[in-house]
């Protein structure tokens, strides 16, 4: 989230959501900062919880030092839900969201939930449907949940393909390329940063 810095910061102990990032003043600072991803920053907060998973709520900014960007895989592209941006349409019964040829399309389908109008992350509701869509034919599909409880969520709604889940990341790979997947009805709320699709060679 960029206006208040809600972000992953990882090193090599792991990773850990960082719940808003201002200065010593209490302003928030996180879109003057221009951070990416490949940056690395120093910070101190407060350690929190959410659903038993680690945060640092009230985090405070010193310093950090400019990293290389990390090249995406030819083969690969990414629709994230950092923000609005990327959604082309919305209404209650139906959201879509589309970035460098990936497609995302939520149905309400047999939710008893309206489709929900959140970014960073996006948020689709039990028995909604979900269909991702490439431009070229796709042979796996990561999808970067929100944390491990909603990629274990996403991972019990999956009927084809083959799942992975690794923390928050749930890696499905198609049976066979297809220019579209589809997941039929979820099985619970399931919120998410980003999808990153790859394509057949």
């Not at 939520?106 to 991702?132: C, E, G, L, Q, W």
């Not at 869509?133 to 999808?143: L, N, Q, S, V």
């Not at 749930?170 to 066979?176: A, D, F």
Request: charged share 15%; hydrophobic share 35%.
């Amino acid at each position: 989230n960029t206006y208040y810095g809600n972000f992953y910061l990882e090193d090599e102990t792991g990773s850990v959501y960082v719940y808003g990032l201002y200065d010593e003043d209490g302003n928030k600072v996180f879109t003057s900062l221009g951070l990416k991803e490949g940056d690395t920053l120093t910070m101190r907060g407060v350690r929190t919880s959410y659903n038993d998973n680690p945060q640092v709520g009230s985090g405070v900014y010193v310093s950090h030092i400019v990293g290389e960007t990390p090249e995406q895989p030819a083969n690969s592209a990414t629709l994230s839900f950092a923000d609005v941006a990327n959604r082309t349409s919305f209404s209650t019964e139906q959201q879509v969201w589309e970035q460098n040829g990936v497609k995302l399309t939520n149905d309400k389908a047999s939710s008893t939930n309206d489709v929900a109008d959140y970014s960073a992350p996006a948020r689709f509701y039990k028995n909604s449907s979900i269909t991702v869509e490439g431009e070229k034919a796709m042979t796996k599909i990561e999808f970067a949940c929100n944390n491990a409880s909603y990629a274990t969520a996403l991972q019990g709604s999956i009927a084809s393909g083959t799942v992975a889940v690794d923390g928050s990341i749930v890696t499905v790979t198609l049976g066979s390329a297809a220019t579209s997947y589809n997941i039929a009805s979820l099985g619970a709320q399931v919120r998410m940063n980003s999808l990153t699709v790859y394509y057949a060679e």
